[in-house]
């Protein structure tokens, strides 16, 4: 069974960095085609698609946030880890983390994290 | 990057009625090399995470009841539920990972009349 969850602080301030983690099991991110993505929702609006990262160490991220953005994995802890830096209020919200397959895209998802940025 | 539209924004729907959602890119999503088009269908249901439903235009995930299908080509694309059921309540959203970065449409709210 493939089952990823979300874990990180529930509140920064404005100008830290926020850094979350990606436990996964049921597969491994060392098989060709594999990948952990991670998408972000601010309260009550819609899915924005953050980063991804996949076996063979390649990234990719939004463009409006890459300066912001980095995603790393640890095969084996079974971890994929993103930190974003310079956290502002616009940046509250549920932060979900999902394995990626070439085939069926996002199928499996996290229950989500949710991070408020408040002074 | 590609750009995500999605119509309509919200979609009152009776029970047992059929309905429908569109989505559209900005670029096509055909992959010629594989003979794929990568555009997917998740659900978010109220309080929930989302779900995959539709992969690659027209597959449905595991589990997924055979009221949901996906259809379209290039740049043009709808989601049919046949018949909608109580459960079938929350926000669609249509997503396309034919290139980097990939990206969301804005989501579609449909609930009942």
């Known amino acids: 069974q493939v089952t990823v969850r979300e874990s990180g602080p529930a509140l920064v301030k404005p100008t830290q960095t926020l850094t979350l983690t990606c436990t996964f099991s049921g597969f491994s991110l060392n098989t060709r085609g594999m990948c952990v993505s991670w998408v972000r929702q601010p309260p009550g609006k819609a899915l924005e698609w953050l980063a991804l990262i996949d076996w063979d160490y390649d990234q990719y991220y939004s463009s409006s946030l890459k300066t912001r953005l980095t995603i790393s994995k640890d095969t084996s802890e079974n971890q994929v880890v993103l930190t974003m830096t310079n956290m502002a209020p616009s940046d509250t919200g549920t932060y979900y983390c999902a394995r990626v397959t070439p085939v069926d895209g996002l199928d499996v998802w996290g229950q989500g994290t949710t991070v408020t940025v408040s002074s | 990057d590609i750009v995500m539209t999605q119509t309509p924004l919200s979609l009152p729907v009776t029970p047992g009625e059929p309905a429908s959602i569109s989505c559209r890119s900005s670029?096509?999503?055909?992959?010629?090399?594989?003979?794929?088009?990568?555009l997917d269908w998740y659900l978010q249901k109220p309080g929930q995470s989302p779900q995959l439903l539709i992969y690659?235009?027209?597959y449905r995930a595991s589990g997924v009841p055979d009221r949901f299908s996906g259809s379209g080509s290039g740049t043009d694309f709808t989601l049919t539920i046949s018949r909608v059921e109580t459960e079938d309540i929350g926000v669609y959203y249509c997503?396309?990972?034919?290139?980097?970065?990939?990206?969301f449409g804005p989501g579609t709210k449909v609930d009942i009349k």
């Open positions: 670029q096509s999503l055909f992959d010629s090399g594989d003979g794929h088009t990568y």
């Open positions: 690659r235009l027209s």
């Open positions: 997503m396309q990972r034919m290139e980097f970065p990939f990206t």
